[in-house]
């Protein structure tokens, strides 16, 4: 990548950003466990959008109105009764969703991406899916751009701040504010033994507890996602899969 003229500003939580901060910008939503890990997930596995809803309540009348999509999503890490799929990446095999749209609803992610509804433009981001976050980011041609690290149930998570600062190793060039600066120094920290730190955070044992170890491994494969799940400008409520042209 050249030099590029850009200045990242990170954002702790979903609950943090203000409607007003995203307004017109560029913006990475993080979550690593696992709401973009999955979205990304059912993307390259073939389906044709993910529609992110913030409630239960949305999603399924959301799928009254798609009735070929598949209903996703969680509720303390748990599928939701009634749902075709919860919130595992091995959820969604193209057999399942393969030209098909995903309703999907989560505690976390889907919350960071409401609350950025107003960017001008909008990339949801995991570890898996980072450095493509890196380019989407060139690509907007932007002198600022948020990241927003969507947390825990209102509090800061590590994992987001690994994937923050795994998009900030892919751009030496951008300048970066205190929070991107520790989440860069976070990352290289642990670049190496990254499934060994998603299993360490608190929101990564309570996982492995509940029987998705699985899913930690999935999620700790930085950069092996072939797609990055980024908002549609012709259907601002779906995320549809972006690649580098």
Known sequence: MGVVSLRLLGVGTAQELRVSQARGRAVVAIDTLRAATTAAAALAAGALAVRPVAEVEAAFALRGALPNA?????????????????????????????????????????????????????AFAAL??????????????AAE????????????????????????????AAELDDLMLTA????????????AA?????????????GF?????????AGASPVLPVR??????RLIAWQPS
């Open 70 to 122: 598949v209903l996703g999503g969680e509720r303390a890490m748990r599928a939701v009764p009634g749902f075709d799929a919860g919130n595992s990446p091995r959820d969604y095999p193209p057999g399942l969703v393969a030209g098909r749209e995903v309703i999907l609803t989560t505690t976390n992610g889907t919350l960071a991406l409401g609350r950025a509804h107003a960017a001008g433009a909008l």
């Open 128 to 141: 898996t899916s980072a450095p493509l976050a890196a380019q989407w980011l060139l690509a907007q041609d």
């Open 145 to 172: 751009a948020l990241v927003v690290m969507s947390g825990t149930d209102g509090h800061f998570a590590y994992e987001d701040a690994l994937t923050a600062g795994l998009i900030a190793s892919a751009l030496p």
């Open 184 to 195: 860069l120094a976070a990352y290289e920290a642990r670049r190496g033994a990254l499934r």
């Open 198 to 210: 998603l299993m360490a955070t608190p929101h990564g044992r309570r996982l492995v507890a509940a």
């Open 213 to 221: 170890a699985e899913d930690i491994d999935r999620a700790a494969a």
């Open 232 to 237: 549609d400008s012709a259907d601002r409520a």
